[in-house]
């Protein structure tokens, strides 16, 4: 079957290759369904037969990367944050089975068609925006069958929109109430069964914990990372959120992909993330809505170059948003990264925290994954939040 060559030109490109935005000025991007031919210079660019797109000025970026959400979950928690702002708290609401039971509760009622469902609009707010490839994380079922039917619903939404999604197994996200006094049981049976059971019938592309005082031990996680490894699977980690459970410097060990969160990183965590290339994830939504104040360490991630990736953390809990847009906002207002630090936190950042090396940069040889946006600066997609200033997204090269 033939290609369809396309060709951007009056348009100026934000490559991410090298350092900050990587931009070319009066920039020809020339691609098809399967990868870029040509991002550069109008000057030098090649003469090729292809359909003509006026870029009208604007910018070209890579498609964006929500490289950590839990979009597939049924049930609201809208309930107890009208309680919490009442005066209920945390503990009040888990009393009466509130809390990520509640979630756990609703997502085991529903079937994985209606999971498809629910999710569904939570899946186009972000592609409105210009995400073509979202991680979505289980952890909302904790049993083997009940995490089975979330990886299922997200492999089905990729099947049924033009986006890639990646698939993350996160069983070892809390303690199930058959379990609640048991939670080394609850381990070996996430270890003993649901990783290498999701593992063999490839709906997992990676393994996540929840590392925390309110989640599992260093010493339970790392059962999880042997699981992982046994059965081939990449690793991810949340990570020192709530406190320091120096489970960067775990994860770390085990290579990992990613640690999120990382409100409470200590040096040695960094030091280790940076040696081992693990990106550092921060998640802006729920610092914000969770009301934290203590700021991830920035300073140090700079300090030791260790990548930082930008995400939505959608989930219904803690960061109730779909808007990647919102987090370039929240991490530059409330952490204080540049406008070029957020947008390749979105971008190139972001797709290492994945372990893609095909997508998050325009040059020769990546997937067509691109965003066409209606600004002369790209500060603007930081600075400013509601309107969108996306005029069209390509996935693959099929502008949808």
């Known amino acids: ?19 900050g935005y990587g931009i070319i000025h009066d920039g020809v991007l020339i691609f098809d369904e399967q990868q870029i031919h040509y991002a550069g210079p109008r000057r030098t660019a090649p003469h090729t037969a292809a359909e003509e797109i006026d870029g009208r000025g604007g910018f070209i970026t890579p498609g964006l990367i929500d490289c950590h959400t839990h979009l597939v979950w049924a049930g609201s928690r809208a309930d107890e944050f009208a309680q919490r702002l009442h005066g209920a708290s945390y503990a009040d609401i888990a009393a009466k089975g509130g809390g990520i039971a ?17 999710t569904t609009p939570r899946l186009n707010a972000l592609m409105a925006e210009g995400v073509t490839t979202v991680e979505i994380k289980s952890g909302y ?18 099947e049924q929109h033009p986006v890639s999604i990646t698939t993350t197994l996160l069983a070892a996200h809390a303690v199930p109430p058959e379990y609640r006094d048991d939670a080394d049981g609850y381990i070996q049976l996430v270890c003993d069964t649901i990783i290498p059971t999701l593992a063999s019938e490839g709906l997992a592309d990676a393994i996540d914990a929840f590392c925390e005082t309110v989640g599992f031990t260093p010493a339970q996680t790392e059962r999880v990372f042997q699981a992982a490894q046994a059965v081939g699977l990449p690793v991810k980690l949340h990570a020192e959120q709530l406190s320091n459970q120096h489970g960067c410097a775990l994860a770390a060990r085990y290579q990992a992909l990613s640690c999120d969160h990382l409100e409470h990183l200590d040096e040695a965590g960094i030091q280790a993330m940076a040696a081992a290339g693990t990106v550092a994830v921060l998640l802006p939504g729920a610092f914000y809505f969770l009301r934290d104040t203590h700021v991830p360490p920035i300073a140090l991630l700079r300090q030791y170059q260790v990548p930082i990736a930008l995400a939505t953390d959608a989930n219904p809990g803690t960061s109730p948003i779909f808007s990647l847009l919102l987090m370039l906002q929240m991490g530059a207002t409330l952490f204080r990264l540049t406008p070029e630090e957020c947008l390749r936190g979105v971008t190139v950042n972001a797709a290492k925290a994945l372990g893609y090396h095909d997508r998050g940069q325009l040059k020769q040889g990546m997937r067509a994954d691109l965003c066409w946006w209606d600004v002369d600066d790209l500060a603007t997609l930081t600075y400013q939040y509601g309107i969108n200033p996306l005029l069209a997204c390509w996935h693959q090269g099929s502008r949808r």
């Open 1 to 19: 079957m033939a290609t369809t060559m396309q060709r951007i030109s009056n348009v100026n490109l934000a490559t991410m290759v090298g350092d």
């Open 102 to 118: 509640a979630t756990v509760r609703a997502t085991r009622a529903a079937s994985e068609d209606e999971l498809v469902q629910v």
């Open 141 to 158: 079922g904790l049993s083997l069958a009940d995490e089975r039917k979330q990886l299922r619903a997200a492999r089905k939404l990729a």
